[in-house]
């Protein structure tokens, strides 16, 4: 509600302050508000008197202003409401302004404004509220006198004067009397002036009131006059005046009661002065009086006093003997409370902790999963690669693509491509990075074998024995001795002299695992400093607040704290920010050369603060190093964050410097993370391990030449701790144990504090243990996280780590840390000694081996004028192993562009070209991105032997000072020399590696193209199909003809000619194909580009060499101070194969020289490249070809190997030239120096021509130097000098051939390598190709045979049919190689199969068919359609049938040997009413066999039938009678012949239920109607005469009748002798069913017999059920001439009518069953009533077949008919 309420004020009224449901109350206790939303609505004129102040007159002003407008809205507010507002009374305000509210919503919808209301507002209220106004006024008005008139009354009492002594009574009475006088007169005239006033007002009030009647009289009336009628107008003025007379009722019952309290008020008045007269007669004063009382009321208060004292003593003693044991009680509830909590805090700490020990392996398994999915799909990648290329190389996989992938694999890089790298954007995608990753990957892997000669590059045996060495030391060297005046190595971190034996380790563990505990211990022991983190952290702030300042006694001690500091500081920024801060200037200036400019920066720039924060920073500056760590720290806190890993690094140093240098320190619990643990170790020992493993990986990349002597391993920094102990504890341990030292610390406070002190101290303590157990979790997770990357930092270069197990007792922990402290002093020792014991025997060795100092540097020579020896080499200017946007040329395209020249100089070179000064060239680069090895020492002194070779290790270097310049631009030329090296020689194994998968690939596709040509479509099926239609066209008649015969031959051969032909053909396409596979040109293009590859490799070794020969060139020439030599020759080019022979390039275009393809020897190719084109097209290709064209091709490969290695020798050779010609040119005198060298120069440039094959492969001569230095004058004192400097010069001239031949030897045997390979590659390309040309061939010729042995099989089918004269219906299928017959495809239909003629009964035991059946039924039906037939009329008929029977077949052959007097036997056995012949009776008698009902089965026949009887007409039609059935179906199984032909069994059952309906309906009607229950009392016949009898009278009444008991035996005795004396073999198929009824009828018996239920037999019966039963009333109308039978009738019907008279029936209405079997004349009639017996007419068939077997007459065939 407050929130509707808020909206509707902020948003819609909208005043002045927001209104929020929390602030209601408070905002509305003034009214001010209320009364701006009323001002709002304009209900509140006098909004300007309002006050907001909340002063409470203020707030009275404001709702005596808001009173009358809420009563005018009819809003409930008066004083209580008013003051529950005030006192801000929760839902006061609410209720209010809820009401207020409704109403102005009200207000709103009917738009009026504050007069209008007050105009509409009734009069009733309007008078009410005036009277309620008044009736207030009055109260007040009376309550007022009543209290003036009580006061006076008081003052009369009070102030009795004392009464005069010397009165007499008399006159104390008279006064007495006067004053009671006085009084009454002044009561009764307060009476008359109350009741003056009272009339007044009252006239007032009946004024007011008329004249607003009157005004409300005249409204009312007019307005009443239009609604109403003058009933209503009286009953208002009824009310009216009953109103007013109420009204004059109060008023004087009010009157009354003021009289009353006036009488009342008079009566205390008289007791009271009673009082005092009694007091004036005891004569005492009122002085007197007052001063006793006086007493009195002072000794009781004495009294009450003193008893008060003792009782709160006595209670102060109570409460104090209360609170102790208070204070107890609670003490121990809260001690029980707290150890409870304690243990439930346990427990969720565990519980918390399984949690996340829980989540930690489920991320941990997490990662591992995905980390072996990865792997999977990566295994399943390769697997699947390896398929795929099984089936692309025949399951022969390359050793070189397997390995490839395998590598992939191990790196985790996909083997599948992600994405083209051939054409990349400026930003590549995520894909093609992995694609670049993973070509980097392979091409280092390929150079890496290449280089070192393994895998695929592994040496052949013949060149195994003849293995150069593999490092030209002497250019080795010479590189490493470039670099290092190029990079000058930083300065190193100086290591003691001498080592201190103070031992220093760290103890490390989880929180709670004893650190500090074993730590004091050990401290007890040991003379060790120990160092904890916090402690120092705290100390540090301490130190700063304490304003701790620099003594000026320790100066070296605080220089030494600051030098402890270097690395850090250079290296942090915060902590730069903490040396410029407050490191002292000269320590910073010797310290730290480096950060010099930073320091200087930030000097600068703190000289611009103002002058009071210029103090501020001196004042700071002068605190101590600690307390300006613990500013930094308190600062960092302050704001929320932690203290970061360098300050508290920081802080540990300083402390550590304090330590003095021999005692021991061991740190607690620190480092707690990595990235402490390297900080620590930088400031303590001055070493970056990363920074040094970078320097090692820089000194492992694969550089071309190696310097011996330097190459040693970096020697391993020393550690920062001699030992680090983890004391090893699990989680559970961990948490058991923080919970037990609480617990302890919780339960040994001390009881004797004060309370409040205990109480402040638990809080703490309390807090203390909640921080604990808020952190212990992240703590332990911490440790976790960071303890795997310390413990492989403690243990990888040297492991110092200890492993505690500290979950045992303190005592035994102590133990085994001091144990084991212990052993590590004793290491510290021996390693100290030890290196004391190195150091003195490096001093005794240094005095004998120290060298000479080397002679005075000659002045350095010029700098190179030209430098043109560095275009070519150039491949790309970028430092990374390949430069990715910048590919070198292809090799393939067989452009002018080389392999040689690459793309990415990017201007350097032309700069070169020009002859730009070294020191500016772009090359300079150099310096800045490669960082030499710091830790390398660059002094070797080896002690040189008698007769030193070059190279080796006993040789000395010379190293004599080169020019400055010379390195700046010898460096970056050594760079690019390696860079060209490397990236060629990457990229030409990379194009072999991509020439091996497309070879692949072009050779499966080869032999997949090739197999779909072979099982291309051919139209041999056409003819074969043709040939078979016409051949099953043949007529009929000719098919046994021998002509026909030949000529169906002489197709047969034809349609074989035929399709050989078609063999023939398609055999002819294949080997046309074929060729055309081997005619191609790929074979010869990819030897030809597989062959530029090797080239490509041997250009790029010799173009290294003759780079590296120009550098010791120039490098020598150097330290012999002559001016390098400007070599105008350009570099030797091996030539490549031409490609494309198409165009005609002039030689003088081409970059690089071509030579044609087949060459017979090199000068004629290139004299003749057309005449090649021409013969190439004439020459017949064929696999002999193949292998011609390959021999040409490896001599083009030995003859470019050759012309290399020529190339090579004679490069040596004229370097080796130059050299004595120069010796010859200084040994000259100096007059002839000038000439000599221009002549020698000039003979080696006639001499250097025949020498070359070629013109085009530049010849060797140099050209004479542009400029030499001037000759020098020779003194006498120069003479010793020139000796050393001739030494010299044979020294250098030594060393730079040794190198020379070095790389000669080493190029040579490159080369050569190549060249084997090179041949290798080629022969087993040419095999994969050549296998697979007979593999094509071979494909051929089998498919050419299965073809004919096809065709053949299909000619000996045709023949086999032709011969055996028979139609092929069967398709004849002949498709490529495959000849079968399709046996799911005949070529014409089968002939329909035979119609099945129609069932057909037989005789059978002389049993009627129903054909029979049907005709006796229908002579029987026009004879006597109702059923009824004289016996013989009856045996008359059956005499005609059986002697007439010529040829009908009305009777079965065994009825026709039947004689009359057997005829009138049969006769009798049917008869009705010993008269009578029932033909119905006698049809279903001899339609037997079949199924004879039970009793049960009838009545559940009896209700289908009526239940299809929806009309209970009594009769069923056909449709009907079908659907409700009888109790037997004739479904019964039927077993179908095989044979066609044969008819199907006749099913007799099916067509017995249709011939008994035909046999009992009424035809008569249309369509015929059925009489089932007539029916079904013909179906209950039965052997037994009496069941028969029950059975009908069960159908016709419907349900079960049983049997008297007496009636039961005699029935069993008369079927006993029926079943003895009626032979049951004459019945073999009633046989089953009557002797199973039988059965079950003597069960029911002996059933009965026991048990016949009470309410048996209790259904009524009528007459007419009893009559149609007892077959009373459809006898007579066939036989109406027959009087004796009219008799019968009547005597039945008329003995009923008495029956039922008897049993008591009247009006012959139904009766009970058992009571109508108890009478003697219906049972009589059971017993003897026959027409329910089904008669045995079996036996006088049977007989009379007897008779005819003793007379001969029957067959024997009808006999054994009989028999079965």
Sequence with gaps: MSEILCQWLNQEVKVSRTVSPKSFAKAFSSGYLIGEILHKFELQGDFSEFSESRVSNAKLNNFSRLEPTLHLLGVQFDQNVAHNIITEKPGAATKLLYQLYIVLQKKKKSGLTGIEMQTMQPLANVRYQSMKSEAFRDQRLSR??????????????????????????????????????????????????????????????????????????????????????????????????????????????????????????????????????????????????????????????????????????????????????????????????????????????????????????????????????????????????????????????????????????????????????????????????????????????????????????????????????????????????????????????????????????????????????????????????????????????????????????????????????????????????????????????????????????????????????????????????????????????????????MLLVNILVNAINEVPVDQGWVLDGFPMTLNQAKLLEEALTGYNREALELEEKKTQIPTLAVDASTSKEVPLPPSAFDFVMLLDISDNSLLDRMNYTMAEAFSSETSHEDITQRVTAEKQDMNEDQNLRDQIQHRIIGFLDNWPLLEQWFTEPENILININAEVDKESLCNKVKEMFMTEIMKKENKVKKKLEEKEAEKKEVPLGEPPPPPPPPPPPPPEPEKEKETHPQREHSKTPTAKGKPPAEPLTGKPDSLQEGKGKKGDTSLKRKGSPKGKSPGGKGPLKKSPADSTDMSPVPIVPPPPKPGSEEWVYVNEPIPEEMPSFLVPYWELIENSYINSIKTV?????????????????????????????????????????????????????????????????????????????????????????????????????????????????????????????????????????????????????????????????????????????????????????????????????????????????MDTWQQASLAISHMVAAEIHQRLMEEEKENQPADTKEKSPQMGTNKKAKEEPPKKEKADKKAKGRSPPTAEATPVTVTAEEITQKEKRNELMLKIKEEHLAALQFEEIATQFRLELIKTKALAFLEDLLTKVVDVYKLLEKWLGERYLNEMASVEKLTEVARYHIETSTKIQNELYLDQEDFFINGDLKVFPDPPPPVRPPPVEKEENGTLTIEQLDSLKDQFLDIAPKGIIGHKAFTDILLDLVTLNLGTNNLPSSWMHLTQPELQELTSLVIVNSEFVDWRKFLLVISMPWPIPMEEELLETLQRFKAVDEEQLGTITFEQYMQAGLWFTGDEYIKIPENPLEPLPFNRQEHLIEFFFRLFADHEKDPPQLDYTQMLLYFACHPDAMEGVYRALSVAIGTHVFQPVETIAIIGEKSSSLTDASPVEEYPELEGNFMHEEGELKEDREEKEVEIPENANTEKVSLERLLKVFQGGKEVQDANRFTSHLQIENTYSENFVKVFQDLGAKDLEPVEVAVLLKHPFIQDLISNYSDYKIPDIKIILQRSEHVQGSDGERSPSRLTEEKK
């Design 144 to 645: 007022r006198r009543q209290n003036e008139i009580m006061a006076k009354i008081q003052a009369a009492i009070i102030q009795i004067p004392k009464p005069a002594s010397n009165r007499t009574l008399r006159a104390l009475e008279a006064q007495k009397m006067m004053k009671k006088k006085k009084e009454a007169e002044d009561v009764a005239n307060e009476i008359k002036k109350f009741e003056a006033l009272i009339k007044k007002d009252l006239q007032a009030k009946e004024s007011a009131s008329k004249t607003s009647l009157d005004t409300a009289g005249q409204t009312t009336t007019d307005l009443l006059n239009t609604y109403s009628d003058d009933d209503y107008i009286k009953k208002i003025q009824k009310r009216l005046e009953e109103d007013a007379f109420a009204r004059e009722q109060r008023e004087k019952r009010r009157r009354r009661l003021l009289m009353d309290q006036l009488i009342a008020h008079e009566a205390q008045e008289e007791a009271y002065r009673e009082e005092q007269l009694i007091n004036r007669l005891m004569r005492q004063s009122q002085q007197e009086r007052r001063i006793s009382v006086q007493l009195m009321h002072v000794r009781h208060e004495k009294e009450v006093l003193w008893q008060n004292r003792i009782f709160r003593e006595k209670q102060y003693e109570e409460r104090r003997l209360k609170d102790f044991q208070d204070a107890l009680d609670r003490e121990a509830a809260l001690a029980k409370q707290a150890k409870i909590d304690f243990q439930e805090q346990a427990i969720r700490e565990k519980e918390i902790h399984e949690q996340i020990t829980v989540e930690r392996a489920q991320a941990r398994y997490k990662k591992h999963y995905t980390i072996c999915a990865e792997i999977l799909d990566q295994i399943l990648d390769l697997s699947t690669k390896v398929s795929d290329y099984r089936m692309l190389t025949n399951n022969l996989i390359p050793y070189k693509l397997m390995h490839d992938w395998k590598e992939l694999f191990f790196n985790g890089k996909p083997i599948y491509k992600q994405a083209s790298i051939k054409q990349l954007p400026a930003t590549p995608s995520a894909e093609q990075v992995i694609e670049l990753e993973k070509r980097d990957l392979l091409d280092s892997n390929d150079y890496e074998e290449y280089k070192n000669m393994v895998g695929e590059w592994a040496l052949p045996e013949e060149m195994v024995d003849n293995l150069p060495p593999s490092n030209n030391t002497i250019l080795g060297h010479v590189i490493h001795r470039l670099i290092e005046k190029s990079h000058p190595p930083q300065v190193k971190s100086t290591v003691l002299e001498l080592p201190s034996f103070a031992i220093k380790g760290c103890l490390v563990g989880k929180t709670f695992s004893g650190k500090t505990t074993a730590l004091k211990a050990l401290q007890k022991d040991f003379p060790i400093q120990v160092l904890s983190i916090d402690t120092l952290v705290q100390e540090a702030i301490k130190a700063f607040h304490d304003n701790e300042k620099i003594s000026e006694a320790l100066p070296i001690e605080k220089e030494a704290e600051e030098k402890s500091l270097p690395v850090l500081q250079e290296k942090n920024k915060e902590s730069q920010d903490l040396q410029n801060a407050f490191s002292p200037h000269p320590v910073s200036e010797e310290a730290l050369p480096e950060t010099e400019d930073k320091t200087i920066l930030s000097t600068d720039t703190n000289k611009t603060p103002k002058a009071e924060e210029v103090k501020s920073s001196d004042s700071f500056s002068e605190l101590t190093v600690r307390a300006q760590l613990g500013a930094k720290s308190e600062k960092m806190l302050k704001k929320g964050k932690s203290i970061s890993d």
């Design 989 to 1197: 194994l990379r194009h072999l590696r991509e020439e091996q998968h497309s070879v692949v690939a072009y050779l499966y596709e080869v032999r997949t193209n090739f197999q779909q040509f072979l099982w291309r479509p051919d139209h041999k099926q056409d003819f074969v199909s043709q040939w078979q239609a016409d051949f099953n066209a043949l007529p009929d008649d000719l098919w046994d003809d021998e002509e026909t015969k030949s000529e169906l031959h002489q197709r047969v051969n034809d349609l074989r000619d035929r399709l050989w032909d078609i063999c023939d053909a398609r055999k002819e396409e294949a080997e046309q194909e074929r060729q055309d596979i081997i005619n191609e040109s790929w074979l010869q293009d990819s030897i030809g580009i597989t062959m530029n590859h090797f080239f490509s490799l041997m250009q790029t070794e010799l173009n290294r060499f003759q780079d590296t020969k120009r550098l010791l060139q120039d490098y020598y020439r150097g330290m012999e101070c002559k001016i390098p030599i400007d070599d105008s020759k350009r570099f030797t080019r091996i030539p490549l194969v031409q490609l494309d022979s198409s165009r005609d390039i002039l030689e003088s275009q081409l970059r690089i020289p071509l030579i044609p393809r087949i060459s017979i020897s090199p000068d004629s190719a290139m004299t003749k490249p057309k005449t090649k084109a021409i013969l190439k097209g004439k020459i017949d290709y064929s696999l002999e070809n193949v292998e011609l064209n390959f021999e040409a091709d490896e001599k083009l490969v």
